[in-house]
């Protein structure tokens, strides 16, 4: 969050924070999610040499330019450059040290910026006849079928062909980033909602399994994707 004078709390300072439902999923026995803040200083290197994965949450737009894509509709999602910047900065340290990466939402559409793919700006404007992956009013309660790819990492670990999962972007993957490989599509207009790295620890999700308590049973069990990469983070150390 940036400055902003009309702000009751901190409003002429920068914030970063993490939503509590994205802590409570995380923690578990030996693990201790922290925030690595935005600052530019050794602070951040002490954070990154202490830290044995990345999640990459979901939150605001990915801006066009960080694909170097002409912004559609007059520029009506900008998205955040900035958090891109600084984002893409902890991914490529990631990358180069090889620490395994679970992408959520944004986070999935960040790692395929990284590795050279593009995304739809409004899926409602460019694909017109997509099933409805956003609405306000729903928000974590709107859910979708997805379809795993067979003898795919996800397939593995759900032992199914399909899962129902949550649904709260209005962007998503529009050309696959280089070495990613698809491990779930949309069952009704195909757009891909999950992926993974064909060599390093990289998985990436298009739901929000930290949100998986609004619907309760009727999503599958997102403590599955969570056990399976907390075991190839042990597995990494």
């Known amino acids: 969050m940036y400055p902003d004078?009309?702000?009751?709390?901190?409003?002429?300072?920068?914030?970063?924070?993490?939503?509590?439902?994205?802590?409570?999923?995380?923690?578990?026995?030996g693990v201790m999610p922290i925030l690595i803040p935005d600052i530019e200083s050794d602070?951040?290197?002490?954070?990154?040499?202490?830290?044995?994965?990345?999640?990459?949450?979901?939150?605001?737009?990915?801006s066009p330019i960080s694909y170097n894509d002409e912004a559609i509709e007059n520029?009506?999602?900008?998205?955040d450059r900035h958090r891109d910047e600084y984002e893409l900065k902890l991914l490529r340290w990631a990358v180069?040290?090889?620490?395994?990466?679970?992408?959520?939402?944004?986070?999935?559409?960040?790692?395929?910026?990284?590795?050279?793919?593009?995304?739809?700006?409004?899926i409602t404007t460019q694909r017109?006849?997509?099933?409805?992956?956003?609405?306000?009013?729903?928000?974590?309660?709107?859910?979708?079928?997805v379809s795993l790819t067979?003898?795919?990492?996800?397939?593995?670990?759900?032992?199914?062909?399909k899962l129902w999962v949550n649904s709260v972007h209005h962007q998503g993957v529009k050309t696959l980033g280089t070495n990613l490989i698809v491990e779930a599509q949309s069952t009704k207009d195909d757009l891909i909602?999950?992926?993974?790295?064909?060599?390093?620890?990289i998985v990436g999700v298009q739901w929000h399994p930290e949100f998986h308590h609004t619907l309760e049973n009727e999503l599958s069990d997102?403590?599955?994707?969570?056990?399976?990469?907390?075991?190839?983070?042990?597995?990494?150390?």
């Open 193 to 201: 909602e999950a992926f993974r790295h064909k060599e390093l620890p």
């Open 150 to 161: 067979p003898s795919g990492l996800l397939f593995e670990t759900y032992e199914q062909e």
């Open 75 to 79: 520029g009506r999602w900008p998205g």
């Open 222 to 237: 997102p403590n599955r994707l969570l056990k399976t990469f907390l075991n190839i983070v042990r597995q990494s150390k």
């Open 128 to 145: 017109p006849n997509a099933l409805k992956h956003r609405d306000a009013g729903e928000y974590d309660k709107l859910k979708h079928e």
């Open 5 to 29: 004078p009309s702000r009751a709390v901190f409003g002429p300072k920068t914030l970063s924070y993490i939503e509590n439902d994205m802590l409570r999923y995380l923690c578990s026995d």
């Open 96 to 122: 180069k040290n090889k620490k395994p990466v679970l992408g959520i939402c944004r986070g999935m559409q960040l790692i395929n910026v990284y590795f050279g793919g593009t995304l739809y700006q409004d």
């Open 43 to 62: 602070c951040r290197q002490m954070y990154l040499d202490e830290v044995d994965a990345f999640v990459f949450q979901g939150g605001a737009d990915i």
